[in-house]
């Protein structure tokens, strides 16, 4: 019985996360469109412009990513700058 309780605390605390964490991708389609040019910077520095080829994602329900044009991988919306 007690599992159960900490179990369901643990599932309403995800929920919560996970809620937040789609909140930050709505917030971000609702302000950016697709075709927003934002810059990125890779780990060593170099940065590259593109504009985003889709709306942004909740990817596996962990991480808000956005897709852009030329680049062959999403990019974390926390890693964009909007310009």
């Known amino acids: 019985m007690v599992t159960t309780k900490v179990d369901h605390i643990r599932s309403r605390g995800r929920q919560r996360q996970l809620s937040a964490l789609q909140n930050t991708v709505d917030q971000w389609n609702t302000k950016h469109p697709t075709g ?27 991480t808000p990513v956005v897709w852009l044009k030329g680049i062959h991988n999403y990019v974390a919306l926390s890693r964009v700058v909007v310009i």
């Open 36 to 62: 927003t040019v934002v810059r990125i910077t890779n780990g060593v520095g170099v940065a590259t412009q593109a504009p985003t080829s889709a709306p942004a994602m909740l990817l596996a329900k962990s």
